[in-house]
């Protein structure tokens, strides 16, 4: 009889987890042949079955739900369901290949699809993909969603083998589980629908082709932009080139005529400005008379500060040079101007000089006008003392600030010089006095 050597077991992998484990214990042990084991795990899938169907039994009246309206009692059946663990796989993987149509049915579908999101799908990822290039449209689309929680290279290369065969909500689900799974691999089809009418599947696709740092895929991505006619997608190019396309003259060239016109807001404006600090090769000219013009068409707004810095960036520091001396030259005559003394606090901080802009932002604290203005210079001051790990100004400008934990731990999460300083035993121990005054 052949002993069963583990590493060419592969005939295996679309078995859920406990069964497979169950069989390769059971094969090590009685050294059963490889030819027997497809039949093993169909007798032992059989025996299980009644024990899977009685663990189920209490929630079926719940999985015919409508997810929408019963979100919140749902998402606590559906904890306690994947709390049952792998075994129950197999019941949930049926029931999202319903045989008929109906709304009982749909709901079933979906809410199975919702626990089996919770049991490492990567698993099962073989009956994923039986299901995704299946004729069962609701087994399909559920597929396809699970796909994206499947964290194997499988799935990915899964849904890009689909993207020429699937349309509708279909192909935008498969390009929003690519974007979940952040892999390449399906890049150059999906940019190809840079092209398509609908103007949702253009965004999923752009976000996709961001997460996933396609940059194999910049020029085409240029060509897309110049066709672009939704100015609602602008914002979504901006991200992509930022992701993807360090010091690229192309993108850089497509992208500078939206400095220009009306097809952005403000916001954007402001993101394409920074983007192109690195989309921009070093030294570009054009894009450093863009900064140039930007500063003298924007005043002290953040626009021209941060054309000031992207200019700076690319190895002109006139920008920094001569907006700072506009600045200055303003508080002389308005000395209590609370949001130049903003502006210039945020110039000097984007260059560096935390020292000058901690001054300028303890400014803008005793000047200010409104406490949204004051909590702005509250945060910058921290990120300013955390850079200068100066921990006890830290904790001082803390206490004075009357923020609170929630409030920290948000500024914490998006920016990590504070986060580190947040560690410090002396920090720590404030936001223990600041959890027993609360």
């Keep these: 009889m052949d002993r069963v050597r583990l590493p060419r077991v592969r005939a295996l992998s679309s078995i859920p987890v406990p069964v497979t484990a169950v069989l390769l214990s059971c094969a090590v042990g009685a050294q059963v042949s490889l030819r027997d084991l497809p039949e093993i795990a169909r007798q032992r899938a059989e025996r299980l079955r009644p024990r899977q169907i009685a663990a189920l039994e209490p929630y079926w009246q719940d999985l015919v739900l409508d997810y929408r309206e019963n979100q919140q009692y749902l998402d606590g059946k559906l904890a306690e369901i994947a709390a ?40 099962f990822v073989d009956a994923l993909a039986e299901m995704a290039r299946g004729k069962n449209k609701v087994a399909r689309s559920e597929a396809i969603v699970l796909l994206g929680y499947a964290n194997v290279p499988q799935a990915a290369r899964v849904l890009a083998s ?28 999906a940019v190809a629908l840079l092209g398509a009418g609908n103007r949702r599947l253009r965004e999923e696709v752009l976000g996709y082709l961001t997460d996933a740092h396609a940059t194999q895929v910049v020029d085409t991505v240029v060509q897309a932009l110049s066709a672009e006619t ?18 690229h003259a192309g993108a850089t060239e497509a992208l500078l005529p939206l400095l220009t016109g009306d097809r ?42 941060q054309a000031a810095v992207t ?3 690319l190895g002109d520091k006139q920008g920094v040079t001569r907006l700072k001396h506009t600045l200055d030259t303003k508080l002389r005559r308005r000395k209590r101007e609370a949001g130049l003394y903003e502006v210039r606090a945020s110039l000097m901080f984007a260059i560096g000089d935390f020292a000058e802009a901690a001054d300028d932002y303890e400014k803008t604290i005793e000047y200010a006008d409104g406490a949204a ?29 009357g923020m609170t934990r929630s409030d920290f731990d948000r500024l914490a999460a998006r920016d990590e010089p504070f986060r580190t300083a947040m560690a410090h035993d002396r920090v720590q121990a404030f936001l223990k006095q600041l959890a027993k005054a609360r």
């Design 230 to 247: 939704d100015d609602r997608l602008l914002s979504s190019y901006i991200e992509y080139f930022r992701a993807a396309a360090e010091g």
């Design 162 to 189: 689909l993207l020429d065969r699937l349309d509708g909500d279909d192909l935008r689900q498969a390009v929003r589980s690519l974007r979940r799974l952040r892999h390449p691999i399906a890049a150059s089809k």
């Design 373 to 401: 203005m004051a909590r702005r210079a509250y945060e910058g001051l921290l990120q300013c003392d955390a850079r200068r790990r100066k921990i006890q100004n830290m904790v001082k400008h803390m206490k004075a600030s």
């Design 84 to 123: 049952l663990g792998d075994s129950v796989v197999p019941l949930l993987l049926e029931k999202m290949a319903p045989a008929q149509g109906g709304s009982s049915a749909r709901n079933l579908a979906a809410n199975s699809r919702r626990v089996l999101q919770r049991l490492d799908p990567g698993s």
């Design 311 to 313: 200019m700076r960036a």
């Design 264 to 305: 952005l807001d403000w916001r954007d404006r402001l993101a394409l400005l920074e983007a192109l600090a690195t989309v921009a090769p070093k030294g570009h000219q054009a894009t450093i008379r863009a900064m140039a013009e930007q500063i003298d068409g924007n005043g002290t707004s953040p626009l021209a500060v």
